[in-house]
Nanobody, 117 residues
Framework: QVQLVESGGGLVQPGGSLTLSCAASISITAFNVMGWYRQAPGKERELVANITSIGRTHYVDSNEGRFTISRDYAKNTVYLRMNSLKPEDTAVYYC???????????WGQGTQVTVSS
């Protein structure tokens, strides 16, 4: 069973930064797209950013310029660097890895990010 393990969440003050990590139990070259999603209390899960197998990145408009998605093949890990954090960024952040033609997907268990003074 493929596992995605997120880490790096925590409590940060507004304007601060965090880097989330998503470590896969297999080579991330197996995935077509890897991405970060988030879900705030009472809201639906939404896309934050993703990166394709050829390195193309996509950001939701409100995150572009503040967030950066990247990957390290040697560590089978995808990162999300988040700068200038705002209280509205508070959510559980999930890693998603898509594969195949359908496509199918694996999800991580999530990591909590809380932005508060």
């Amino acid at each position: 069973q493929v596992q995605l393990v997120e880490s790096g969440g925590g409590l940060v003050q507004p304007g601060g930064s965090l880097t989330l990590s998503c470590a896969a139990s297999i080579s991330i070259t197996a995935f077509n797209v890897m991405g970060w999603y988030r879900q705030a209390p009472g809201k639906e899960r939404e896309l934050v950013a993703n990166i394709t197998s050829i390195g193309r990145t996509h950001y939701v408009d409100s995150n572009e310029g503040r967030f950066t998605i990247s990957r390290d093949y040697a560590k089978n890990t995808v990162y999300l660097r988040m700068n200038s954090l705002k209280p509205e960024d508070t959510a559980v952040y999930y890693c998603k890895a898509e594969y195949g033609f359908t496509p199918s997907a694996y999800w991580g268990q999530g990591t909590q990010v809380t932005v508060s003074s």
